[in-house]
């Protein structure tokens, strides 16, 4: 499988895999769409888990799901992979949750943001950190004040397993959510024109083709979308793909 960035053609990174067959997963949805909109959307993805371990006709599990969060935009799990690897587990929950979602709410199209992101657990420290971490998303992102009060997660049925997270305690796990989306239009024009060093977007498309290209190629590498970039700066998706940084920037402004 490649994936293509710029003009280049680069093959997709593959997965670091557990000596433990144990995995921090990260799922998240399509950009401005969401994965839960209503208490049964949770509901129902929780019980998918739960049927797509072990199906009716197996007598053991496929694979595990130790701990889990499920946030309106993303899902963090702790995943053990068992008769399955973690790619076809992870495939057949977003598979079968995908219908769902488009089928209820009339919309088509994909519902998850490409695949899903993965980091190893190969130590049982970590292990314990990934746990409280996931426990603890709810309260990082102000959805509750106590861990084990956030009614979608595995918080309340693993407290007596795992101790309660605090902050302190999960700051060494190394995956997190996506950040893309925290990007307005009004912050990407911002950025542009500190960049630029320009007062309005109607001087963007008098600049000089290298000092635009420089921009939005340093805009592209915060993690903006090539569509939002394209239609904040007036540009086709084709000129942001092609972008290169031509000089350093942010650049003074001229005196003339």
């Not at 969401?34 to 009716?56: C, H, N, T, V, W």
């Not at 089928?103 to 993965?118: A, I, M």
């Amino acid at each position: 499988m490649i994936s293509t960035f710029g003009d280049y053609i680069m093959p997709r990174k593959a997965r670091i895999k557990s000596t433990t067959g144990t995995y921090h997963v990260l799922i998240r949805a399509q950009k401005k769409r969401g994965i839960f909109r209503q208490d049964a959307d949770f509901e129902y993805f929780i019980q998918l888990m739960k049927d797509s371990q072990q199906p009716a006709d197996r007598k053991e599990p496929l694979f595990q799901v130790i701990a889990y969060s499920l946030m309106p935009g993303y899902v963090h799990l702790l995943v053990r992979e068992g008769k399955e690897d973690i790619a076809a587990a992870m495939r057949r929950i977003m598979v079968q949750y995908a219908p769902y979602y488009n089928e209820k709410y009339n919309t088509y199209g994909r519902v998850f943001y490409d695949r899903f992101r993965s980091e190893p657990c190969d130590t049982e420290e970590y292990l314990q950190a990934v746990v409280g971490y996931i426990h603890y998303v709810p309260v990082k992102h102000k959805r509750c004040l106590n861990p084990a009060e956030y009614p979608w997660s595995s918080c309340r049925e693993l407290q007596d397993i795992y101790p309660m997270p605090s902050q302190e305690s999960v700051s060494v796990v190394r995956l997190t959510e996506d950040r893309r989306r925290e990007f307005t239009d009004y912050k990407v024009e911002k950025q542009l024109k500190r960049l630029c060093g320009i007062d309005s977007m109607e001087q963007f498309p008098l600049l000089d083709k290298k000092i635009r290209r420089s921009a939005l190629k340093m805009v592209r590498l915060k993690g903006v979308s090539l569509g939002q970039l394209s239609r904040v700066a007036g540009v086709t998706i084709n000129v942001v793909r092609k972008a290169r940084i031509f000089y350093r920037l942010p650049l003074k402004k001229s005196d003339n």
